[in-house]
């Protein structure tokens, strides 16, 4: 390589930036993989859970790119957002990925309906649902503005249509994560920053309810359960340039269960 092109692209590589992920809820399931997929393209993470580090961690990342927060907590919330900036250091922030969910069931693992949710569960399930997407993305507005960045809302089928499993009040908190996104995709939009949601259906966690195998067969044309592999990749996607003129949808992941 001649000395001039050497120098180019040496210059190159110096401009070309680590991208930077921020996902909550990484613990299992759709957000593990979704760690998984964005470490192994050379992204560095940052992590939000309710949980400490884990030990045995399958991404090259470390207890200085986790944040434990109580996203119930409004307070908490913010105070996680100002410790998010400041390990940031006045960096960019390419992607924010809002996956941290809760469900609550009733005793034995039931559904828990209208009528038998009490207004303290209802409340906490969209602080956690609603609430803390809407707090990360304006408490990280700046980052994301200087990246040019995206965000995924992860909503629900069950956000759409009365899901044997998932309660009301987690039903009602993903159709109002839906909503939200479209408000998000316009306001954020005209300073740069794109948002998008997807909405899985049946993926295979560890917290599939008993009587899943009836949907799979009655429901989903594809007669199998999808995988949080599948999703992931789905959010890789809407946080890279090849989704660049994607703003404001939310994408189905369910085998055409909804259909």
């Known amino acids: ?16 930036k680590r ?10 399931g759709i957000g593990h993989a979704t760690v998984i997929r964005f470490s192994s393209a050379g992204w560095r993470v940052l992590t939000c859970s309710r949980h400490p580090f884990p030990e045995q961690c399958p991404w090259g990342a470390g207890p200085e790119d986790h944040i434990q927060v109580d996203l119930s907590d409004h307070t908490d919330t913010a105070r996680a957002i100002q410790e998010i900036r400041s390990r940031l250091d006045g960096g960019e922030l390419h992607a924010l990925v809002n996956n941290a969910a809760i469900s609550p069931k009733a005793e034995g693992g039931k559904r828990m309906g209208a009528i038998d949710t009490n207004v303290d569960i209802w409340s906490t399930v969209f602080r956690v649902n609603f ?33 044997p499993f998932a309660g009301a009040a987690y039903a009602t908190s993903k159709a109002a994560l839906a909503a939200l996104t479209r408000e998000m995709a ?19 966690t560890a917290i599939l309810s008993p009587g899943t195998d009836k949907i799979v067969h009655e429901q989903i044309p594809m007669e199998r359960l999808g995988t949080p592999d599948e999703v992931a990749k789905i959010i890789y996607v809407l946080c890279t340039e090849t989704s660049s003129y994607v703003n404001g949808a939310e994408i189905h992941i369910n085998g055409g269960q909804h259909v």
């Open 1 to 16: 390589m001649m000395p001039k092109a050497k120098e180019a692209a040496a210059q190159s590589d110096a401009t070309q």
């Open 19 to 28: 991208r930077t992920l921020l996902l909550t809820g990484a613990s299992r």
């Open 131 to 163: 609430f803390a997407p809407i707090m990360m993305a304006r408490g990280l507005i700046e980052e994301l503005k200087a990246a040019k960045g995206s965000v995924v809302n992860v909503t629900s089928i069950a956000g759409s249509r009365v899901h």
């Open 186 to 204: 316009s306001d954020f939009g005209r300073v740069g920053v794109r948002v998008n949601a997807i909405a899985p259906g049946e993926i295979d």
